[in-house]
């Protein structure tokens, strides 16, 4: 079973990475962009794909969030260039946005562990998409942003029947909705995980898998998604992007 590097060896290894990754992928961007013309995913500036200010702006800084049963580390505030960011890699095609995006990510995950309480090893999970969704796009946004983070998740959650749509719902309908909206694929008895998202707006996504978790006999240790929508004006938009939204 995949297993994450130790609390303590993981944050230390992120800002050599971290500063050697980001100079070769810079480079390959910049290259590319001579050849296939790129707009900034983040704001549509020509001939990056993340140009110098939203990489600026994708800079993590990750923050505990709370949510209904659960406290998740949160890299960004879903919001301005970061939105459009995921957005475009998650619906528009835009993979070349991945290397900031996981490099968010990686920061959030390596906060969460290092924050877990003591216990058994974690095993990343992540959310299943929706077979519809997987084909639109051909990739599973969060898992892509994982390979290049070098870690590969657990595959024990699986989509259960019967899931309308997310999207336009409010949150108590939500909460409602997703009840029961995964099953764990296998007993989980002696497993703990860390369950990783993209963007968390109400918890429930996260929260519902947690529930399948522990309904497998599994249990959590931490939470970690790229960004989080702050709750404003009382209650957030119908439209979230969580990620149960493609649970079509
Ligand atoms: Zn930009």
Redesign the pocket.
């Known amino acids: 079973m995949p297993q994450l590097p130790s609390p303590q060896s993981l944050p230390s290894l992120l800002p050599r990475a971290r500063a050697a990754v980001a100079g070769l992928e810079r480079a390959v961007l910049d290259a590319l962009a001579v050849v296939l013309p790129v707009t ?1 995913a ?4 020509p001939d ?1 794909a ?2 110098d ?2 990489r600026v702006a994708l800079t993590p800084m990750p923050q505990l969030v709370e949510r209904p049963g659960l406290s998740a580390w949160a890299a960004l505030e879903y919001a301005g ?1 970061v939105a459009s960011a995921i957005g475009e890699f998650k619906d528009g095609g835009r993979t070349d946005a991945a290397p900031a995006l996981a490099l968010a990510l990686r920061a959030a995950i390596a906060r969460a562990v290092a924050a877990a309480p003591p216990g058994r090893a974690l095993e990343v999970c992540t959310i299943p998409s929706a077979p519809s969704a997987y084909r639109t796009r051909g990739y599973a946004p969060v898992e892509v942003l994982l390979a290049r983070c070098g870690i590969r998740s657990s595959k024990v959650l699986a989509l259960a029947r019967g899931r309308v749509d997310q999207a336009g719902l409010g949150a108590e309908a939500r909460r409602a909705n997703s009840a029961g909206g995964l099953v764990a694929v296998r007993a989980l008895a002696g497993r703990r995980f860390l369950l990783v998202d993209d963007v968390l707006t109400t918890g429930s996504t996260l929260a519902e898998a947690a529930r399948a978790i522990i309904a497998a006999g599994g249990s959590t240790g931490a939470f970690a998604v790229l960004a989080e929508t702050p709750l404003r004006h009382g209650g957030h938009a119908a439209k979230s992007p969580e990620t149960l939204r493609d649970f079509a």
């Open positions: 900034c983040g704001c549509g500036e990056r993340v140009c200010e939203c260039p």
